[in-house]
T-cell receptor
Framework: KQEVTQIPAALSVPEGENLVLNCSFT??????LQWFRQDPGKGLTSLLL?????REQTSGRLNASLDKSSGRSTLYIAASQPGDSATYLC?????????????FGKGTLLTVNP | EAGVAQSPRYKIIEKRQSVAFWCNPI?????LYWYQQILGQGPKLLIQ????????DSQLPKDRFSAERLKGVDSTLKIQPAKLEDSAVYLC??????????????FGEGSWLTVV
Protein backbone atom coordinates (compact mmCIF):
# COMPACT_ATOMS: atom_id res chain seq x y z
CA LYS A 1 0.00 0.00 0.00
CA GLN A 2 1.42 3.35 -1.06
CA GLU A 3 2.01 5.81 1.77
CA VAL A 4 2.97 9.43 1.27
CA THR A 5 4.63 11.50 3.98
CA GLN A 6 5.29 15.22 3.95
CA ILE A 7 7.79 16.98 6.15
CA PRO A 8 7.55 19.44 7.78
CA ALA A 9 3.85 19.58 8.67
CA ALA A 10 4.11 23.35 9.04
CA LEU A 11 6.70 25.93 8.10
CA SER A 12 6.91 29.65 8.81
CA VAL A 13 9.49 31.79 7.03
CA PRO A 14 10.17 35.48 6.45
CA GLU A 15 9.49 36.93 3.03
CA GLY A 16 12.30 36.49 0.53
CA GLU A 17 13.64 33.20 1.84
CA ASN A 18 14.21 30.19 -0.36
CA LEU A 19 12.61 27.07 1.05
CA VAL A 20 12.25 23.34 0.45
CA LEU A 21 9.25 21.14 1.10
CA ASN A 22 9.74 17.39 1.28
CA CYS A 23 7.63 14.48 0.14
CA SER A 24 8.45 10.78 0.48
CA PHE A 25 6.60 7.74 -0.81
CA THR A 26 6.97 4.05 0.02
CA UNK A 27 6.37 2.42 -3.39
CA UNK A 28 8.85 3.71 -5.97
CA UNK A 29 6.94 2.19 -8.93
CA UNK A 30 5.10 5.40 -9.73
CA UNK A 31 4.03 6.89 -13.07
CA UNK A 32 4.36 10.47 -11.94
CA LEU A 33 4.18 12.76 -8.93
CA GLN A 34 2.08 15.86 -8.64
CA TRP A 35 2.37 18.88 -6.36
CA PHE A 36 -0.76 20.82 -5.45
CA ARG A 37 -1.48 24.03 -3.63
CA GLN A 38 -4.56 24.49 -1.42
CA ASP A 39 -5.61 27.91 -0.16
CA PRO A 40 -7.89 28.13 2.90
CA GLY A 41 -11.48 27.33 1.95
CA LYS A 42 -10.49 26.43 -1.57
CA GLY A 43 -9.91 23.36 -3.68
CA LEU A 44 -6.59 22.11 -4.98
CA THR A 45 -4.59 23.77 -7.72
CA SER A 46 -2.08 21.69 -9.63
CA LEU A 47 1.38 23.27 -9.54
CA LEU A 48 3.70 20.76 -11.15
CA LEU A 49 3.51 17.24 -12.52
CA UNK A 50 6.74 15.27 -12.86
CA UNK A 51 6.75 12.21 -15.05
CA UNK A 52 8.56 9.14 -13.74
CA UNK A 53 11.20 9.59 -16.45
CA UNK A 54 11.95 13.16 -15.42
CA ARG A 55 14.25 14.38 -12.70
CA GLU A 56 12.75 17.82 -12.25
CA GLN A 57 10.13 20.26 -13.44
CA THR A 58 10.11 24.05 -13.19
CA SER A 59 7.39 26.67 -13.23
CA GLY A 60 8.37 30.23 -12.40
CA ARG A 61 9.79 30.33 -8.87
CA LEU A 62 8.87 26.69 -8.27
CA ASN A 63 11.11 23.73 -8.93
CA ALA A 64 10.14 20.16 -8.16
CA SER A 65 12.57 17.26 -8.22
CA LEU A 66 11.93 13.55 -8.23
CA ASP A 67 14.19 10.70 -7.11
CA LYS A 68 12.22 7.51 -7.67
CA SER A 69 14.90 5.18 -6.37
CA SER A 70 14.92 6.84 -2.97
CA GLY A 71 11.19 7.54 -2.95
CA ARG A 72 11.55 11.27 -2.55
CA SER A 73 10.46 14.52 -4.10
CA THR A 74 11.19 18.09 -3.13
CA LEU A 75 9.42 21.32 -3.95
CA TYR A 76 11.76 24.30 -3.97
CA ILE A 77 10.25 27.77 -3.72
CA ALA A 78 12.59 30.64 -4.52
CA ALA A 79 12.27 34.13 -3.08
CA SER A 80 9.11 33.34 -1.12
CA GLN A 81 6.27 35.88 -0.98
CA PRO A 82 3.30 36.28 1.40
CA GLY A 83 1.07 35.15 -1.45
CA ASP A 84 2.78 31.77 -1.34
CA SER A 85 1.15 31.08 2.02
CA ALA A 86 -0.98 27.97 1.58
CA THR A 87 -0.95 24.22 2.16
CA TYR A 88 1.18 22.27 -0.29
CA LEU A 89 0.30 18.65 -1.00
CA CYS A 90 2.09 16.02 -3.00
CA UNK A 91 0.33 13.05 -4.54
CA UNK A 92 1.25 9.90 -6.43
CA UNK A 93 -1.01 7.58 -8.41
CA UNK A 94 -1.57 4.11 -7.00
CA UNK A 95 -1.65 2.47 -10.40
CA UNK A 96 -1.97 3.29 -14.05
CA UNK A 97 -4.38 2.10 -16.70
CA UNK A 98 -7.96 3.18 -16.18
CA UNK A 99 -7.69 3.27 -12.41
CA UNK A 100 -5.90 6.51 -11.53
CA UNK A 101 -6.20 6.80 -7.76
CA UNK A 102 -4.06 9.52 -6.20
CA UNK A 103 -2.62 8.98 -2.75
CA PHE A 104 -1.98 12.27 -1.02
CA GLY A 105 0.27 13.31 1.81
CA LYS A 106 -1.19 15.35 4.66
CA GLY A 107 0.42 18.50 3.33
CA THR A 108 2.78 21.19 4.55
CA LEU A 109 1.19 24.40 5.82
CA LEU A 110 3.42 27.25 4.66
CA THR A 111 3.24 30.74 6.14
CA VAL A 112 5.37 33.48 4.59
CA ASN A 113 5.56 36.51 6.86
CA PRO A 114 5.95 40.02 5.39
CA GLU B 1 -11.67 27.34 -19.99
CA ALA B 2 -14.18 27.03 -17.16
CA GLY B 3 -13.07 25.04 -14.15
CA VAL B 4 -14.77 22.29 -12.20
CA ALA B 5 -18.00 23.61 -10.69
CA GLN B 6 -19.43 22.35 -7.42
CA SER B 7 -22.49 23.18 -5.37
CA PRO B 8 -23.47 23.85 -2.71
CA ARG B 9 -20.26 25.32 -1.31
CA TYR B 10 -21.34 24.95 2.28
CA LYS B 11 -23.89 22.76 4.02
CA ILE B 12 -24.74 22.17 7.67
CA ILE B 13 -27.04 19.26 8.49
CA GLU B 14 -28.00 17.23 11.52
CA LYS B 15 -26.85 13.65 11.85
CA ARG B 16 -29.12 11.12 10.17
CA GLN B 17 -30.24 13.71 7.61
CA SER B 18 -29.38 13.43 3.93
CA VAL B 19 -27.36 15.71 1.65
CA ALA B 20 -26.47 15.82 -2.02
CA PHE B 21 -23.57 17.50 -3.78
CA TRP B 22 -23.39 18.33 -7.46
CA CYS B 23 -20.39 18.55 -9.76
CA ASN B 24 -19.93 19.74 -13.32
CA PRO B 25 -16.49 18.81 -14.69
CA ILE B 26 -14.42 20.63 -17.26
CA UNK B 27 -15.91 20.24 -20.72
CA UNK B 28 -14.50 17.25 -22.55
CA UNK B 29 -13.08 15.57 -19.46
CA UNK B 30 -14.03 11.91 -19.49
CA UNK B 31 -12.87 11.08 -15.99
CA LEU B 32 -14.53 12.42 -12.85
CA TYR B 33 -13.45 11.87 -9.27
CA TRP B 34 -14.99 12.49 -5.86
CA TYR B 35 -12.53 12.93 -3.01
CA GLN B 36 -13.20 13.35 0.70
CA GLN B 37 -10.85 15.59 2.68
CA ILE B 38 -11.11 15.56 6.46
CA LEU B 39 -9.55 18.53 8.24
CA GLY B 40 -5.79 18.11 8.52
CA GLN B 41 -5.66 15.19 6.11
CA GLY B 42 -4.95 14.77 2.44
CA PRO B 43 -7.87 14.01 0.12
CA LYS B 44 -9.03 10.39 -0.14
CA LEU B 45 -10.63 9.03 -3.30
CA LEU B 46 -14.24 7.95 -2.83
CA ILE B 47 -15.21 7.12 -6.40
CA GLN B 48 -13.85 7.47 -9.94
CA UNK B 49 -15.99 7.54 -13.08
CA UNK B 50 -14.83 7.01 -16.65
CA UNK B 51 -17.63 8.57 -18.72
CA UNK B 52 -20.71 7.18 -16.94
CA UNK B 53 -19.11 3.97 -15.68
CA UNK B 54 -17.57 3.40 -12.26
CA UNK B 55 -13.84 2.59 -12.36
CA UNK B 56 -13.13 2.51 -8.62
CA ASP B 57 -15.46 2.82 -5.65
CA SER B 58 -13.50 0.65 -3.24
CA GLN B 59 -13.31 3.37 -0.58
CA LEU B 60 -16.92 4.54 -0.87
CA PRO B 61 -18.99 3.65 2.24
CA LYS B 62 -21.77 2.14 0.20
CA ASP B 63 -24.15 1.72 3.11
CA ARG B 64 -24.59 5.49 3.23
CA PHE B 65 -22.86 7.05 0.23
CA SER B 66 -23.97 6.85 -3.39
CA ALA B 67 -22.85 8.61 -6.55
CA GLU B 68 -23.97 8.71 -10.13
CA ARG B 69 -22.95 10.21 -13.45
CA LEU B 70 -25.88 9.35 -15.63
CA LYS B 71 -25.00 11.09 -18.90
CA GLY B 72 -21.24 11.01 -18.52
CA VAL B 73 -21.04 14.70 -17.64
CA ASP B 74 -22.48 16.01 -14.34
CA SER B 75 -22.28 13.94 -11.19
CA THR B 76 -24.10 13.82 -7.87
CA LEU B 77 -22.76 12.49 -4.57
CA LYS B 78 -25.34 11.67 -1.91
CA ILE B 79 -24.97 10.85 1.78
CA GLN B 80 -27.88 9.25 3.60
CA PRO B 81 -27.99 9.08 6.58
CA ALA B 82 -25.13 11.38 7.53
CA LYS B 83 -22.87 10.70 10.50
CA LEU B 84 -20.76 13.13 12.49
CA GLU B 85 -17.58 11.66 10.96
CA ASP B 86 -18.79 12.64 7.49
CA SER B 87 -17.91 16.26 8.27
CA ALA B 88 -15.36 17.04 5.59
CA VAL B 89 -14.77 18.80 2.31
CA TYR B 90 -16.02 16.89 -0.71
CA LEU B 91 -13.85 17.66 -3.69
CA CYS B 92 -14.84 16.92 -7.24
CA UNK B 93 -12.08 16.65 -9.84
CA UNK B 94 -11.82 15.83 -13.51
CA UNK B 95 -9.20 14.87 -16.06
CA UNK B 96 -9.23 14.46 -19.80
CA UNK B 97 -8.12 10.83 -19.69
CA UNK B 98 -7.40 8.31 -16.96
CA UNK B 99 -4.12 6.56 -16.47
CA UNK B 100 -0.58 7.51 -15.51
CA UNK B 101 1.08 9.46 -18.28
CA UNK B 102 0.71 13.21 -18.29
CA UNK B 103 -2.60 13.16 -16.56
CA UNK B 104 -3.21 16.44 -14.75
CA UNK B 105 -6.23 16.44 -12.47
CA UNK B 106 -8.22 19.63 -11.96
CA PHE B 107 -10.12 20.15 -8.71
CA GLY B 108 -13.20 22.17 -7.89
CA GLU B 109 -13.36 24.41 -4.83
CA GLY B 110 -15.14 21.79 -2.79
CA SER B 111 -18.38 21.38 -0.88
CA TRP B 112 -17.91 21.86 2.85
CA LEU B 113 -20.11 19.62 4.95
CA THR B 114 -20.64 19.99 8.69
CA VAL B 115 -22.74 17.35 10.43
CA VAL B 116 -23.99 18.36 13.89
Amino acid sequence: KQEVTQIPAALSVPEGENLVLNCSFTDSAIYNLQWFRQDPGKGLTSLLLIQSSQREQTSGRLNASLDKSSGRSTLYIAASQPGDSATYLCAVPVSGGSNYKLTFGKGTLLTVNP
Amino acid sequence: EAGVAQSPRYKIIEKRQSVAFWCNPISGHATLYWYQQILGQGPKLLIQFQNNGVVDDSQLPKDRFSAERLKGVDSTLKIQPAKLEDSAVYLCASSRNPGGGGNTIYFGEGSWLTVV
